[in-house]
């Protein structure tokens, strides 16, 4: 099952709380999308308090150094506060320079804090077919 408008409707706009939420940054004389941020919320438990997670923020290339993304961040900040998180919290991959000194730019700080591990292809087949199904479940 692949990804769908109407998935991503429901998954976004249909329900309450919604899966993401996106911003969107528009070139209203041309009438494009030139940007958007999408985000998701992550309950936890340590604290009492969600965080933001930023899982997308693209700016076209036309439109970068207009503030547009400055604009995308500001207004997830805004939900952060509005939705009482903790923190607002994005990966970066380690090559995209320009990526990390705009985001320095606006006051973020690399985390040290937390190593990234990922399960997946045959690592995550294999894993699943190593535990028997619990019929309870399911």
Request: hydrophobic letters at 45%; one cysteine or more; a negative charge.
């Amino acid at each position: 099952m692949g990804l769908t408008l109407d998935g991503m409707r429901e998954a976004g706009f249909g329900k309450t709380p919604p899966d993401f939420t996106a911003f969107v940054a528009e070139d209203v004389e041309h009438g494009d999308l030139v940007g958007m941020a999408v985000t998701y919320l992550i309950p936890y438990t340590y604290t009492g308090r969600p965080v933001l997670v930023v899982k997308e923020l693209f700016i076209a290339e036309q439109a970068r150094s207009l503030g547009i993304g400055a604009g995308l961040m500001a207004e997830v900040a805004r939900l952060a506060l509005e939705l009482s998180c903790m923190a607002v919290r994005w990966q970066v991959a380690p090559w995209n320079e320009s990526g990390r000194r705009f985001y320095e730019r606006l006051g973020a700080v690399e985390d040290n804090e937390w190593v990234n591990y990922a399960l997946e292809g045959e690592a995550l087949l294999n894993l699943a077919a190593s535990v028997e199904p619990n019929p309870a479940s399911s």
